[in-house]
């Protein structure tokens, strides 16, 4: 039997059985290959030690033939020790990664078997593998560890080593991916351990009373937050996943939504458990006028109730940049549009009106240009990041940027020059209106 060459690729063959993936590319694999792949994923799915046997018999290599069809992270993901342990003595790699650049212990630990876990790392499994890709176990356990027994092997790791702070190259807080992933089980995990929420963990783990006494407590807050601007898109996402967690599989729609009957009732209660918080996040200062992306999440996401809630703020389809022409087709492009979110599109599009600068500039662009003196480079760095997102409402901050173009950071000088060109981009937009 051949060895055979399993690659990920975007349209690539998956499997998918008990909590198995694989992923082989048609270009260097041969039918035949696949039908193995597929069998042997079956057989340790089924706990069936007779049939991977007489698949693996004959086979020039068998440690060859267990890497390349992932064999060792079927069995760790379905977590049954007796068969992770028979792989690992045919020569499974206890440290291979697989086409996501996972190992077996990441699939374990997301899993919730920690008998498994321990058996990997009893045999040499590094708890940090991936590190170097951004991605470790302790990180896929705080993305994709939901069962209540991910708490006890997300605990394996740190007592063996994994650093809780510095879970990867990249330093992101193990809170924040929790947070992202709306993984509820693992974030509880790490307040408990003594992480501390800020304004965009708080939105997405649904504590808005939390958010609403960070923003009363720290006047910086939203200023600070890694580009406010995307915090109602944040919300959006976040209001979307938690009505569908209200509801079964059956329920749903093959896009990102729910069937229409469901949908509204459900987003419209959790948009009203949160309203106070969009609204006082508004009057900080988070752009609405020019927030086009937000509206076309809330349409896509068929969510007229925050799409009505972002035209009764002001939003504009004429200040919204290259993005508002985007807005008049969504209708056409969206499978399941409903008659609802029809409705609030052809409203955004009768409102729309030319840009007029306001009189007041926006408190958050205020803050900006006061922060692209700051002496640290990071702060003035963050600071043009982050006035990228406010379209024409940062035009009042055109010549505290120019000045920036001059900044002894090149960084700092091509970030201006980038947000200066945008504002640039959209006044044309808007004059064409």
Not at 15 to 43: K, N, Q, T, W
Not at 301 to 330: E, R, S, W
Request: proline share 6%; glycine share 6%.
């Amino acid at each position: 039997m051949q060895a055979f060459k399993i690659s990920s690729y975007v349209g690539a063959t998956i499997v998918l059985i008990c909590g198995c993936s694989s992923m082989s590319s048609p270009e260097d694999a041969a039918p035949e290959d696949f039908v193995l792949e597929e069998r042997l994923h079956e057989a340790i799915s089924d706990r069936d030690v007779d049939k991977i046997n007489s698949l693996l018999e004959g086979s020039d290599s068998v440690p060859d033939v267990l890497r390349e069809t992932e064999a060792l992270h079927c069995a760790a993901g379905c977590g049954d020790i007796s068969i992770v342990q028979f792989l690992l003595d045919l020569g499974a790699e206890v440290d291979q990664f697989n086409h996501e650049k996972l190992t077996p212990l990441s699939k374990a630990v997301a899993e919730g078997h920690k008998d498994v876990a321990q058996l990997l790392i009893d045999r040499g499994a590094d708890v940090s593998a991936g590190k170097d890709y951004g991605y470790t176990p302790l990180m896929h356990c705080a993305a994709y560890g939901r069962a209540p027994e991910c708490r006890a092997t997300f605990d394996l790791l740190v007592e063996n080593g994994a650093d809780i702070h510095q879970p990867s190259r990249d330093p992101t807080n193990l809170l924040k991916t929790a947070a992202w992933a709306g993984n509820q089980v693992i974030a509880e995990h790490l307040l408990e351990r003594g992480f501390e929420l800020d304004l965009r963990t708080a939105l997405l783990l649904d504590r808005p009373e939390e958010a609403l006494d960070i923003l009363q407590t720290d006047p910086d807050a939203v200023a600070e937050t890694y580009v406010p601007v995307r915090l109602l898109q944040d919300a959006i996402i976040m209001v979307s996943d938690l009505a569908k967690r209200h509801r079964p599989p059956e329920d749903r729609i093959d896009t990102r939504g729910l069937k229409s009957e469901q949908l509204y009732e459900d987003t419209q209660t959790v948009f009203l458990k949160h309203r106070a918080l969009f609204e006082k996040l508004i009057v900080l200062g988070v752009p609405v006028v020019t927030n086009g992306s937000a509206f076309c999440d809330a349409a896509m996401l068929a969510h007229p109730c925050f799409a009505q809630f972002l035209l009764d703020h002001g939003f504009n389809v004429n200040a919204a940049g290259q993005i508002g022409p985007f807005i008049k087709v969504i209708p056409m492009s969206h499978k399941y549009c409903p008659e609802e979110i029809r409705a609030v599109i052809d409203k955004a599009l009768a409102l729309a009106r030319p840009f007029t600068p306001p009189a007041e500039t926006n408190p958050l662009v205020r803050r900006y240009i006061e922060m692209l003196d700051d002496s640290d480079s990071k702060v003035r760095s963050r600071t043009i990041v982050n006035l990228q997102g406010f379209g024409l409402l940062a035009l009042p901050a055109l010549d505290a940027l120019k000045k920036s173009l001059d900044d002894e950071d090149p960084l700092i000088r091509a970030g201006a020059q980038a947000t200066i060109s945008g504002i640039e981009d959209d006044i044309l937009q808007a004059r064409k209106k």
